[in-house]
């Protein structure tokens, strides 16, 4: 293992200082609870917004706090989901008065551990509501089962109910658009290598050189299922059948396509994937209107894309567009 | 009733606890990789170690005391569905022990019974979905029926570990339907389950000790 680290049993840590240390106008870490919080508060009122998970997915979530996104990030350990301590107090930092909405991915432990920490602060009158991502095709949606992961669509809920809570939308306002984001996201995901957790020293899996995993998460396990290495144009049109066959958007939509690396892989591939992806959608008679293109929920130094496709309504656009002020989304001009 | 169980016993229990999953964390970790992210030892061990630091039990008088400061140990250090499930099992099992000093053999039954419900109620496992309550399950049968039988506690928590530790074999044939392994669906089949493996030693750690 060649990484840069100190004590791999301080990886998180580590991190989260240097992060703050980059960034002092946008996050400061609050070392005592384990949080990463907002360098200024936001104005009285506003409805806050928290999420929190396993470590290893950066920029997911430390990296969508300031304006337009986030108020606090809960990180775990590596792939680890945050304890109920570190959701209560970045409840208690989010909170202005008017309510916390829990961006809650679709994972056995994060479900757990936000339901805990609901149970603990049902004692201190703070309105919480909560939105449970679960955007990914490649798990059946059966009943009995853990369910669809939450992945990408995390991120463009995070943006767009985000904005919602800037421009002074309530608690129930700010919940139903992030829950009509998500109702209309899909992701799908493959991987070309396994990763390395700090704390193991070695890849989760072997995976040889001519097989690929499809149909992966963002927690280094493996795949729904291990194929042949096949081309670009294949890879491309794979995510694009497996996710607009749940999906099914309207004919002539307008998308919001994300193209997300996993860590590993360079932006200009990403790019070659992305254009793929785009010339295929086009072909089939879809309008992608919104891209993002880069790492954006990664697993450490897993190589490989996802694909996430939002089929967009104007009050999203809208609030896609709003000005967003975070270590690593940033556009438009602030008020 | 047969035996009894004091405070200072749930204290080696746990440290037994520690001791096991520290021995076995490689293997723990491995069996997570196959439907995981490699660190169900890990995360464990972490959990253990900082609840049986160095006298940690000597002011505990009660084994709610002693039960409820695993738990929630656990609970704030953990992390993942592994410490929101092994935290409420204790704290669980803590409640049930109401405010005795000691508990006999029925009594701890019926507290390793409201753990088991505190694993259903909290992440919604059943008896085959290849999760820890695979072991734990028919471990609580087996006390419960032993006990009846009029077993000593002794040997009621050896059937007990030993119905635990088959538990644990027969997720090995079985496809994951919780958690992060369900997302792998049939390529679970082949492998035991890691928190099925922990939860047997935590039981074989409880015969070796609560006796």
């Given at each position: 293992m060649k990484k840069f680290l100190n004590d791999p049993a301080h990886a998180v840590t580590d991190y989260l200082v240097g992060l703050a240390a980059a960034h002092p106008t946008i996050v400061k870490f609050d070392a005592a609870h384990r949080i990463i919080v907002r360098a200024a508060d936001p104005r009285t009122g506003k409805v806050g917004l928290i999420a929190g998970g396993g470590s290893?997915?950066?920029?997911?979530h430390t990296g969508f706090v300031g304006h337009g996104m986030l108020d606090a990030a809960c990180p775990g350990e590596i792939f680890t989901s945050p304890v109920p301590k570190q959701i209560v107090a970045a409840t208690r930092a989010a909170d202005q008065g008017s309510g916390v909405l829990h961006v809650i991915k679709n994972f056995s432990g994060e479900v757990m551990n936000f339901g805990m920490a609901t149970e603990l602060l049902a004692f201190e009158g703070i309105a919480i509501d909560s939105v449970l991502i679960d955007d990914d095709v490649s798990i059946p949606d059966m009943?009995?089962?853990?369910?669809r992961r939450g992945l990408g669509a995390t991120v463009l809920v995070e943006k767009i109910a985000g904005a919602a809570a800037e421009r002074g939308d309530d608690l129930a306002s700010v919940t139903c658009i992030a829950r009509r984001v998500n109702a209309r996201t899909r992701t799908f995901g493959v991987g070309l290598s396994s990763c390395t957790p700090p704390l193991r020293g070695k890849p989760i899996y072997d995976l040889p050189d001519d097989e690929i995993e499809i149909?992966?998460?963002?927690?280094g396990e493996p795949g729904r299922e291990r194929v042949a290495m096949r081309n670009v144009q294949e890879i491309a049109r794979t995510m694009i059948a497996e996710v607009l066959a749940d999906?099914?958007?309207?004919?002539?939509a307008a998308l919001l396509v994300m193209v997300n690396?996993?860590?590993?892989?360079p932006l200009s591939e990403l790019y070659v994937l992305y254009g793929e992806c785009d010339q295929a959608l086009r072909s089939a008679?879809?309008?992608?209107v919104r891209s993002l293109v880069g790492n954006?929920?990664?697993?450490?130094?897993?190589?490989g894309a996802a694909l996430t496709i939002l089929e967009l309504d104007d009050e999203m656009t809208v609030l896609w567009d709003a000005p967003v002020r975070t270590s690593s989304i940033t556009w438009g001009a602030l008020a | 009733m047969n035996g009894r169980v004091d405070t200072a016993q749930l204290a080696a229990w746990m440290c037994e606890c520690s001791r096991l999953i520290d021995v076995h964390i490689d293997t723990l970790n491995d069996l997570d990789a196959?439907?995981?992210?490699?660190?169900h030892g890990s995360n464990l061990e972490r959990g253990f170690t900082a609840a049986t630091?160095?006298?940690?039990?000597?002011?505990?008088?009660?084994p709610r005391e002693l039960l409820k400061h695993v738990g929630s140990t656990i609970v704030d250090i953990v992390g993942g569905s592994s410490g929101a499930v092994y935290g409420t099992f204790f704290l669980r099992m803590a409640l049930a022990?109401?405010?005795?000093k000691w508990v006999d053999g029925a009594t701890f039954a019926q507290m390793l019974r409201a753990g088991g419900q505190g694993i259903i109620d909290r992440g919604g496992a059943q008896v085959?979905?290849?999760?820890?309550y695979d072991s734990l399950a028919p471990a609580i049968a087996a006390l419960d029926n032993a006990l009846v039988a009029g077993e000593t506690l002794a040997s009621a928590l050896q059937m007990a570990a030993e119905a635990a530790e088959a538990g644990r074999d027969s997720t090995v044939a079985l496809a994951a339907?919780?958690?992060?392994?369900?997302?792998l669906g049939d390529r679970t089949i082949g492998y035991a389950d890691a928190g099925a493996t922990s939860m047997a030693l935590v039981l074989r750690a409880a015969a070796t000790t609560l006796i």
């Open positions: 290893g997915c950066e920029p997911l009943p009995g089962t853990a369910g149909g992966i998460g963002i927690s999906l099914r958007p309207t004919p002539g690396g996993m860590g590993a892989t008679g879809l309008n992608p954006y929920v990664t697993s450490l130094d897993q190589a | 196959t439907g995981g992210d490699a660190d630091a160095s006298g940690f039990s000597e002011k505990m008088t009660s022990s109401g405010e005795l085959g979905d290849k999760t820890l339907r919780k958690g992060r392994a369900s997302y």
